[in-house]
């Protein structure tokens, strides 16, 4: 691999493994582990634990399903993770059966991992009532992925029905739900498993992972479990995650434990001293069913190049415990280069943007929608755009006859286009232009899509409509058939172009900080990222730390090894870098000209703009955003709040505040930062968290962040000033019939005077 890689080293293993002194041996002795990992032994007194999943929290949305005739499957999804095993499962049904349907005739087939569990026939007595039914699962038949299918077989009458008929339905309530009983297992302090178990891709749950200090952590510590959890956020994705932290506290849980040689937790004293950076995984002293994952080193040098390991090398790991020996960086990170962004480089493929198999295909009477998510960087600058282009490719089973057969396509849950299926199928390929004007226009198809510029994950759904052809007739002249499956693929080399597009963005705009981190997420790795600490910080303090980088790993795909942390606000004086704040404000930044909502103690005080909207996107003017009241409180009840200004010390740079007067404000802050749906409340200057919730206010002066050409920034100015708008346009006018009056003098003189050429 030579220096592709960070080098990491076995260090001396316990003696649960045996490690030879050849490579030979040593795969052998991997593999051997692997196969004690893999093959776990369920012992009678582990401990349990009982889960209650339902159809409201793993269903696809709204978690009821209505299964008709025509679309007779569904389904619920769930996981289960390495380290544990399902002892008892049991699925609870609640559903109604439509009053049409013929009894005994009429069933519903359920079906683990497309092994059938059980089948519940519909019973005269149950026609049109809510009926309650268990049905044992076998747990032999559950795996590391399981899909529980419901299959509905609806009939009306015995003969010449239409698979299509309203009258065939069976509602299942969102109350239903999957009993699991999960007994812990017994494993091996082996990391090549790594992140398993303080980690693992098939829990659905979001991450908790306790971070652990001796005491209250100093700067390089700070840093490097900053470094660590960006990365398990990164991990983690969509799930979410929160790093609690406790200061010489042994957790109940698996965890993470940063620790020196001379500065460590007490229950780590008689733990030998090491003489490298190391990474290694013990039993939880209380709990041989939980693992620890220490991070140790003779200072706190050594406590950041291991974090770097972990962040870099991880795909090295193997053993109990291991060394790292450099982490060399190869190549510096671009702007606007996050892993879950998509490319503005260059045309970027469907294939690119799948997160999983068969993503970009569908099956069924009637197929589900195919659905494709692109994440954006929130300053793109769209526009002047005339559209975004599309080379759509796709393949779909012909209909039988030429008919009102379509794909729709929709962005963001707004329609944009709709396209014939020819029965030819002569015609599979599209050149495709998404329109991002503002605004409906006369005689013109181009329709609004604001949240293209979010930078959030925005949706691209296709849409195949069949207009299927159904049985009709008499019952003594009846015509009958089998309804066909309809298959429909996009092509994974179809592509979408999001380059040559400039980069600028109106801010402060505390959504794009919520929703993808910005600025901060320009450099995924955080290497334009200052962030400034209390001295001596608390836990809370030390914990929204770690949750917030651990968001932004989320929203990048990438672990922030870059980033700076301070705790001394006038050493950031004069640094080309954007800010986060935790804590409290610099007295260096505290200026009155700023829009923030300064937490102290039990007084607060916030300005209140002249309008104001409570919709993120409705876009207000500086005379709107302007400060009419400025009002001081004082309450006990915990607050927070996320502030947002321009720094004082560079144009370009940002400033973003994460501020709380309390332990529980801080819970607030952090159970926020963690909440998509508080999250997507978060814009403007200024967002207050309470226990109701998040209100958010734009209040002060707009900046600008990025780079648009001047002529660009003229039309940008103009489009914000109709008035200046016409009284240019105006002048234009006036200036061109002047040049066309002495243009047409100039011919004329020349015409009559020709010898004066």
């Known amino acids: 691999m030579g220096s592709l890689l960070p080098l990491t080293t076995y260090s001396e293993p316990t003696t649960e493994v045996a490690v030879a002194p050849t490579v030979q041996d040593n795969a052998a002795a991997s593999a051997s582990a692997d196969a004690a990992t893999t093959t776990p032994v369920v012992v009678e007194d582990a401990p349990s634990r009982d889960v209650k999943l339902s159809f409201a929290q793993i269903a696809p949305p709204p978690g009821s399903m209505v299964l008709r005739g025509s679309n007779p499957d569904g389904g619920i999804e769930f996981g289960m993770r390495s380290d544990e095993v399902v002892s008892k499962a049991m699925l609870n049904l609640t559903y109604t059966p439509s009053p049409s349907l013929l009894p005994t005739t009429s069933q519903l087939k359920v079906y683990l991992n497309d092994e059938l569990m059980g089948v519940l026939p519909v019973t005269k007595e149950q026609l049109g009532k809510k009926v309650s039914t268990q049905i044992p699962i076998d747990p032999l038949y559950i795996t590391d992925f399981n899909r529980v299918r419901l299959e509905f077989i609806g009939h009306y009458r015995d003969v010449c029905e239409n698979p299509a008929n309203t009258t065939v339905w069976l509602d299942v309530a969102r109350n239903s739900s999957l009993d699991l009983t999960y007994q812990a297992l017994k494993v091996r302090n082996d990391l090549s498993h790594f992140p398993v178990p303080f980690f693992d891709a098939r829990d659905n749950r979001a991450l908790t992972l306790p971070i652990v200090f001796a005491g209250s952590p100093d700067l390089q510590q700070q840093q490097a479990a900053a470094v660590v959890t960006s990365w398990f956020g990164a991990k983690a994705g969509w799930r979410g995650q929160t790093f609690p932290v406790m200061f010489n506290t042994l957790p109940d849980r698996n965890a993470i434990v940063f620790a020196t040689n001379d500065r460590r937790p007490d229950f780590l004293r008689d733990h030998p001293a090491v003489k490298a950076p190391t990474i290694e995984m013990i039993d939880h002293p209380n709990n041989p069913y939980m693992k620890l994952l220490v991070v140790f080193g003779r200072d706190d040098n050594d406590l950041l190049k291991a974090a770097q390991g972990i962040a870099a090398g991880n795909i090295l790991f193997r053993g109990d415990s291991v060394t790292v020996d450099e982490v060399k960086p190869l190549l510096a990170r671009a ?5 879950n962004w998509v490319r503005t480089d260059r045309p970027v493929t469907f294939g690119e943007l799948k997160t999983y198999e068969q993503q970009l295909q569908s099956t069924g009477l009637e197929p589900a929608s195919i659905n494709l998510s692109l994440n954006l960087p929130p300053d793109l600058y769209l526009m002047r755009s005339t559209g975004i282009d599309m080379d ?6 012909m209909p039988p006859v030429k008919d009102s057969s379509r794909m729709d396509i929709s962005l963001n849950d707004q329609f944009l286009q709709s396209f014939n299926l020819n029965s030819t199928q002569d015609v599979n390929k ?25 930078g959030a994950m925005n949706q691209l759904r296709f849409d195949f409509q069949y207009m299927n052809p159904m049985p009709g007739g008499s019952v003594d002249n009846c015509v009958t058939f089998q309804p066909v499956q309809n298959h429909v693929v996009i092509g994974d080399d179809s592509t979408i172009d999001f380059s040559n597009y400039y980069h600028f963005l109106p801010m402060p705009d505390l959504r794009t900080f919520a929703n993808a981190g910005f600025p901060f997420t320009r450099m995924a790795d955080l290497s334009d990222t200052v962030i400034v ?3 001596q910080p608390s836990e809370a303090q030390v914990s929204t730390l770690l949750n917030a980088v651990g968001v932004i790993g989320g929203q990048t795909g990438l672990a922030g090894t870059k980033m700076t942390i301070a705790d001394d606000g006038s050493k950031i004086q004069g640094q080309d870098a954007d800010l986060l704040l935790i804590g409290s404000i610099p007295q260096k930044l505290k200026d009155d000209k700023h829009i923030d909502l300064l937490v102290d103690a039990t007084q607060s005080w916030v300005k209140t703009p002249m309008r104001h909207t409570d ?55 952090n159970n926020a930062l963690n909440d998509s749906g508080k999250r997507a409340a978060m814009f403007g200057s200024v967002s207050v968290i309470r226990e109701s919730g998040v209100s958010s206010l734009r ?16 039309w940008f100015a103009l489009s914000n000033h109709p008035v200046l708008l016409a009284i240019f346009a105006a002048i234009s006018i006036v200036l061109l019939a002047w040049v066309l009056w002495r243009l047409l003098r100039i011919i004329s003189r020349r015409r009559l005077n020709p010898e004066d050429e």
């Open 392 to 397: 759509l490719k796709y393949r779909y089973t």
């Open 615 to 669: 919709l993120p996107s409705i876009y207000l003017d500086e005379d709107d955003r302007q400060a009419g009241v400025q009002t001081g409180i004082t309450s006990s009840g915990p607050m927070a709040a996320v502030v947002g200004f321009e720094s004082p010390y560079h144009k370009q740079r940002s400033v973003v505040a994460l501020l709380a007067d309390s332990a529980s404000g801080y819970d607030l802050l």
């Open 533 to 535: 600490m209390p001295k």
């Open 335 to 339: 702007p606007y280069d996050a892993p």
């Open 430 to 454: 599209l050149m495709l232009r998404l329109p991002v004007l503002q605004g409906l226009l006369d005689g013109k198809n181009d329709v609004s899509i604001p949240a293209l510029r979010l």
């Open 699 to 714: 209040v002060g002066d707009i900046y600008y962040v990025g780079h648009l050409p001047w002529f660009e920034r003229v």
